[in-house]
């Protein structure tokens, strides 16, 4: 391997390190359900980051997911009935609360 090739894989590292989300996101907890799974809300992240609806595109969706990732969260999609009596498809992640350390 290349020199240029380690130093640009070092930088990644570092930039995915100090991701200013990530510090944001470290600390947040979603709701735990009956089966011990820990679920939140791709727009409840969101809405914990205060990214304004306008700037939640593709590129802040792929950097959420991103992030996530690194924290030990899945990406899934859920199908529930709203208030309404409408079937919804919500995005979120979700991981096992049952084996944090914390």
């Known amino acids: ?5 380690e ?7 570092i930039a995915r390190k100090s991701d200013p989300w990530r510090l944001r996101l470290q600390h947040v907890h979603g709701q ?3 089966d011990g799974i820990e ?7 969101f809405d914990h980051l205060e990214v304004l609806q306008r700037d939640r595109g ?5 950097r959420l997911a991103k992030v996530c990732a690194e924290l030990g969260w899945t990406p899934v999609r859920v199908r529930d009935l709203t208030r309404g009596g409408y079937k919804e498809q919500v995005r979120g992640y979700a991981r096992d609360s049952r084996n944090k350390d914390t």
């Open 1 to 5: 391997m290349s020199w240029i090739t």
């Open 32 to 34: 735990i359900g009956h």
């Open 7 to 13: 130093l640009n894989k070092a930088a990644e590292a």
């Open 39 to 45: 679920r939140v809300s791709t727009q409840a992240l």
């Open 58 to 62: 593709a590129g802040a969706c792929r």
